[in-house]
Each structure stands twice: as structure tokens, then as C-alpha cells.
């Protein structure tokens, strides 16, 4: 896969693979013992989630069900600590937020979502489809940016262009689809947003945004930044020189880009699928220890050499034997 500082020919079109050697995540904050308790707490509810309940919509099957591993590798202990955040340090709400967020992405069919199925949305360049899949497409990206992640990182930057393209003229929003994005952002990727960089912006955006201002909280506030010079949050080396201000010649070549990014995004999602295996299953697994940032998991496994076909399949079969119920 292409490096973060590619140099070619002519213009990339290649997904750049990581940040560059100057792009260094900031330090978690510690926890204070209050927190730490509550952090206990949650994890402890959300251990005892055995069954995801989902709504029952009319013509459509219940998708209710017991939860899937897949899931559980979803509740890293960071995921847990970022619902905790957005609910203030409730223990009880978070652990409602998250059982909410599981039944959704259940619902939503998140993670049936395909390259095939979403590539008509991309390679469009945006170009509007009557139906849903618009937004399957806005979550699509979303999920595959949290796959490339790098340990210590938890945070996502928006980057909005409002100026119009060829293939499409119109850059205004439905009302009912902004607030459909916002809920789903707000409910179900808490602490997600990094910043919001926005160019280009039309008056009547302006407008809405004069409007809602005053409803932002101040966190939030700050971290929409319009027509800024972007340099100042995005490395120029990584940073598209079209409209942005940048270095980076990037053209938009869907059959070179579209199967690269999700066949690095595989690459990265099956890799941390199988630390949380090797490190026997955990609910609470660190996304740090998933990422590679360290070997060694919330339980003290150690990943690597040593941590063989055999070693996984001795974690794992002392997982499943701590799983079976006690006989009175």
C-alpha cells in the first residue's frame, strides 16, 4: 500500500495509508478515581448484555437477537469511556446509549454494507440518489475512517467543500436528511467529531448557521472553522492542493482508490479482529492494544511472537470454559 508521503508522476490516486511522521496523537487525560469507579461500573453492565433488542418495524424481520462477537470487539474500553463523556459520567445512561447504539447498528444494517453496494454513491462524486443510500454512504465512510484509526487517536475531522461540481450543481441539504445526520452523529458516534473544516460557503449556509449558533454548545462551537487557512490542522503534505490550499496532487480515480481504501481498511479491521481474539475475547479491550500501538491488552496478554496459533487457541479456550455457568 502507498505510503503517507507517496511521490509519483502524476497525481495520487491512492488512499494515504497513515499520518505523517510529524503527526503525533495528543496524550489521553488520566482518569481521576471517580471516574475510574464509573468506568468499572459501565463495564460491568455492559458485560452482562447477552441479547440486543431491536424494533420491530412492520414487513421487516426482527433482528433481535444474542449479541455477536463482532459486537462485543465493538466495546473497547474507549468506546465505553467516550459514552461516558458525552453522558457526563453517568453510568446508567451510558450503558442505555450503548445497548441503544448496538440495537441501531443492528437496525441501520451497518455492517452489511458493502464496497459493491455503496460504490454507485462514490463513484458519482455525491451525486444524489433517490432512497437511503446516501446516508448508508455518509456512515459507510465514517466506519471506514474509524478502521484507520492509528493507536491513540479517537477522533475524526470533517472536511465540507460547498463550491459546486460538474456533477453536481445543487450543494443544499434536506432539512429532514441534516437533522437525520446530526442524530445518528450525536446518539450513536459520541465524541467522534474532531473538527468540522468548511469552505466555500454559500450565503444561504451562512444564514443557517447564524441561526443555529446560539443553540452549539461552546465545545462544539470551536470546533467548526470556515474557510480558515486548513493548513494550520491538516499537514500541506496531506492536504489537497485543489481548493485547499495544500501539496498533495490528488486526482479521483474511483477504480484505483475505491478498491484500495477498502482492501486497507479489511486489512485493518481483520488485524484487530484478531488481537481481540488472541487477547481472549474481552469486553473493555484497549483500542490502543487493537491498533498495535502496544502488545500488550487490558489483561496483560502479550501479542507476538509468542502469541501463536496455539496460544490463541489456549486464550480462547479458557475464555469459553470462564463463560460456562456454575452448577449449584
Known amino acids: 500500500m ?3 508521503t507517496e511521490n509519483t508522476a502524476g497525481p495520487r490516486k491512492t488512499p494515504i495509508a497513515s499520518p505523517g511522521p510529524n503527526s503525533k496523537p495528543l496524550p489521553r487525560p488520566e482518569l481521576t478515581d471517580e471516574q475510574k469507579t464509573k468506568y468499572e461500573a459501565l463495564l460491568e453492565q455492559v458485560k452482562g448484555i447477552t441479547e440486543i433488542q431491536c424494533e420491530k418495524k ?18 473497547t474500553r474507549e468506546c465505553l469511556l467516550r459514552y461516558l463523556r458525552a453522558t457526563k459520567w453517568s453510568v446508567d ?4 446509549r450503548l445497548k441503544a447504539t448496538l440495537a441501531w447498528r443492528r437496525e441501520y444494517g451497518l455492517e452489511g454494507f458493502t464496497p459493491e453496494y455503496i460504490s454507485p454513491e462514490q463513484e458519482t462524486g455525491k451525486q444524489m440518489i433517490i432512497g437511503p443510500r446516501q446516508l448508508h454512504h455518509l456512515f ?4 471506514r475512517v474509524t478502521d484507520l484509526m492509528p493507536p491513540g487517536v479517537e477522533m475524526l475531522s470533517l472536511m465540507i467543500n460547498f463550491k459546486p461540481s460538474k456533477e453536481r450543481k445543487n450543494t443544499s441539504v434536506p432539512v429532514s436528511v441534516a437533522r437525520e445526520v446530526l442524530h ?21 449556509v451562512w444564514g443557517f448557521f447564524k441561526i443555529i449558533t446560539p443553540f452549539i454548545d461552546p465545545v462544539t462551537r470551536e470546533k467548526l472553522k470556515f474557510n480558515e487557512d486548513m493548513k494550520q490542522y491538516v499537514p500541506p503534505e496531506q492536504l489537497w492542493s485543489l481548493d485547499w490550499g495544500g501539496e498533495m496532487d490528488f486526482e479521483y480515480d474511483h477504480e484505483t482508490y475505491w478498491p484500495a481504501l477498502n482492501e486497507l481498511c479489511r486489512q485493518k479491521r481483520d488485524e484487530k479482529y484478531r488481537r481481540w481474539e488472541a ?29 501463536g496459533v496455539k496460544d490463541v487457541q489456549e486464550k480462547l479456550a479458557e475464555t469459553k470454559l470462564e463463560e460456562q455457568p456454575v452448577a449449584a
Open 2 to 4: 502507498a505510503s503517507s
Open 58 to 75: 412492520a414487513d421487516e424481520e426482527d433482528k433481535s437477537g444474542p449479541i455477536t462477537d463482532h459486537e462485543r470487539s465493538w466495546l
Open 93 to 96: 445512561d451510558s450503558a442505555k
Open 140 to 143: 459507510y465512510m465514517v466506519e
Open 184 to 204: 445518528i452523529l450525536q446518539n450513536h458516534y459520541p465524541e467522534r467529531l474532531g473538527k468540522a473544516l468548511i469552505i466555500n460557503v454559500p450565503w444561504i
Open 279 to 307: 487477547a481472549g475475547k474481552e469486553i473493555g479491550e484497549s483500542e490502543d492494544y487493537l491498533a498495535g500501538g502496544t502488545d500488550i491488552s487490558v489483561k496483560g496478554f502479550k501479542f507476538g511472537e509468542d502469541a
